[in-house]
């Protein structure tokens, strides 16, 4: 009888550190994953604020008007919002 439950324990035990091996396997995978979508995210608004500002310094008044266009856009947007 005794043999059984420390055999079931034993067995158990086992279960359990590898469960947490797995565990601590699918953390440590899904940590660098998101390491890595940060590098990426990163790169990507670096790359996109290094083409805006070269396109600004391109098109200085288009870059103006598109700039006042989007404000005037928006500015009507939230006066009708205002008013429902």
Request: no cysteine; charged share 30%; proline share 1%.
């Amino acid at each position: 009888m005794k043999a059984n439950v420390l055999k079931d324990a034993a067995k158990t035990g086992e279960r359990v550190v590898e469960r947490f091996t797995a565990s601590k396997e699918a953390v440590s995978d899904a940590w660098d994953d998101t390491r890595h979508f940060v590098h990426r995210t990163r790169r990507t608004i670096r790359d996109l604020l290094g083409e805006a500002k070269y396109n600004i310094k391109r098109f200085p008044i288009r870059s103006v008007a598109l700039a006042f266009g989007a404000g005037a856009v928006i500015g009507i947007l939230i006066s009708r919002n205002r008013k429902s």
